[in-house]
């Protein structure tokens, strides 16, 4: 089992920027160098979506509404990985959500809520 720890939401004006974290607590290193994470995105009204994944060889990925203001990056000593955002624009509210996926075993972490106001 893989539990993922998340921090780092809150309230932010429109500019500012927020750095989230995700713990994988009880991994082993190996385990979590051998593992894609994600950051997904649920707003008010909408449908849950893939914000942000980091693949196994470091290769990101980013929808195109964060292109140029989200970077994705991993911390493989503090099995961590960072999503931080800056010029956060209002409809980047939502809650976010960590996820791994270990060789198609898939993981969620709580939910963390992120607003930002205009």
């Known amino acids: 089992q893989m539990q993922l720890v998340v921090s780092g939401g809150g309230v932010v004006q429109a500019g500012g920027s927020l750095r989230l974290s995700c713990v994988a607590s009880?991994?082993?290193?190996?385990?979590?160098?051998?593992?894609?994470m994600a950051w997904y995105r649920h707003a008010p009204g909408e449908q849950r979506e893939l914000v942000a994944r980091?693949?196994?060889?470091?290769?990101?990925m980013y929808t195109d509404s964060v292109k140029d203001r989200f970077t994705i990056a991993k911390y493989n000593p503090k099995k961590t990985m960072y999503p931080q955002m800056n010029g956060l624009k209002p409809e980047d509210t939502g809650i976010y959500y960590c996820y791994a996926d270990f060789q198609g075993i898939t993981f969620w972490g709580q939910g963390t809520q992120v607003t930002v106001s205009s």
């Open positions: 009880s991994s082993i290193l190996s385990t979590f160098l051998g593992t894609t």
């Open positions: 980091i693949d196994t060889n470091g290769a990101t």
